[in-house]
């Protein structure tokens, strides 16, 4: 297992169109979150899922963002209806949770997505 | 809002030790330190954390004091690749992490 994996690492659309991307986690990792970092700034949370289940979702994701992992191994997470604004690092991590001490999350390299 | 602060940037000599301060003045008693990285163009990376003592590991030390109220993460032999975004959380069961803007250490020849 080579780590977590996104794709497309770039995607350059226009704006109003649809967009999807692919997060795969590090297999037997049972969470995995959803990222945006804009230049400069750290990551800031979106979602995140335990196995298949959406537990939390920041105010950040409006309702033009869904996020799936619908057997609990990849994810995508689509925005509908792009605006420039959206432009930013979209980044994937997964962890194994096993307990309440360690929660070290393993980052992908990250899609970045510019919208024109 | 980051719980930390950290200073905006810093300089580090090659082959020396680049010490990272964070502040961290309102941490829970069940809130960890972590202390991840960001090389330009990546994804972050963990580096570790850290409740009460001090820990080591094979990147770097992270230094608690006694009031868990600040932390130095320790690069003991810093190296050309270890320029990068360096970010501090605090954490606890339950709770997301939250990035600040983190350091960006620059390691020159």
């Known amino acids: 297992d080579t780590g977590v994996s996104q794709d497309p690492r770039h995607k350059i659309t226009k704006r109003g169109q649809n967009v999807t991307f692919r997060c795969d986690p590090i297999s037997e990792h049972n969470r995995l979150y959803w990222y945006r970092q804009t230049l400069g700034q750290g990551p800031e949370f979106l979602t995140y899922f335990q196995n298949e289940a959406q537990l939390e979702k920041s105010r950040l994701l409006s309702d033009r963002f869904s996020a799936e992992r619908p057997k609990g191994s990849f994810s995508t997470l689509e925005i509908q209806r792009t605006e420039q604004g959206d432009s930013a690092m979209y980044l994937c991590a997964s962890s194994f949770l096993s307990g309440r001490e360690n929660n070290e999350q393993f980052f992908g390299p990250g899609t970045r997505l510019t919208v024109l | ?109």
């Open chain 2, 1 to 109: 809002d980051a719980k930390t602060t950290q200073p905006t940037s810093m300089d580090c000599a090659e082959g020396r030790a680049a010490n990272l301060p964070c502040n961290h003045s309102t941490i829970s008693g069940n809130e960890y330190v972590y202390w991840y990285r960001q090389i330009h163009s990546q994804g972050p990376q963990y580096i570790i954390h850290g409740l009460k003592n001090n820990e080591t590991n094979e990147m770097a030390s992270l230094i608690i004091t006694e009031d868990r109220k600040s932390s130095t993460l320790i690069l003991p032999h810093a190296t050309l690749r270890d320029t990068a975004v360096y970010y501090c959380i605090v954490y606890s069961y339950g709770q997301n992490f939250v990035f600040g803007p983190g350091t960006r250490l620059s390691v020159l020849p």
